[in-house]
């Protein structure tokens, strides 16, 4: 089993950044594929940015050139910068994590982005 905790939500003026962490613990792995999804209120779960099992990044067009996710695999925690932030960007946002599909999930992190 793996635990994953996300943090660093929280309200932003519109322009400005927030960084999310999430750490991950129990059986770990660092060739997982880690992800991160959002929600907004009456939408459905979407997909952010993510790390594949060989490494290489991949973000929603939404997000492309204003968010960053990054990982350090010593502190098993992977991060997501979010910069230039719009109100739309507000969701709850989630941690994922797994090896072929994303088989674990944290308990996710409120963004508000206020225009």
């Known amino acids: 089993q793996v635990q994953l905790v996300e943090s660093g939500g929280g309200l932003v003026q519109a322009g400005g950044s927030l960084r999310l962490s999430c750490a991950a613990s129990?059986?770990?792995?660092?060739?997982?594929?880690m992800g991160w999804f959002r929600q907004a209120p009456g939408k459905e779960r979407e997909f952010v940015a993510s790390?594949?099992?060989?490494?290489?990044?991949y973000y929603a067009d939404s997000v492309k050139d204003r968010f960053t996710i990054s990982r350090d695999n010593a502190k098993n925690t992977v991060y997501l910068q979010m910069n230039s932030l719009k109100a739309e960007d507000t969701a709850v946002y989630y941690c994922?994590?797994?090896?072929?599909?994303?088989?674990?999930w944290g308990q996710g992190t409120q963004v508000t982005v206020s225009s």
């Open positions: 994922a994590a797994g090896s072929v599909t994303y088989d674990y």
């Open positions: 790390f594949s099992r060989n490494g290489n990044t």
């Open positions: 129990g059986r770990t792995d660092s060739r997982y594929a």
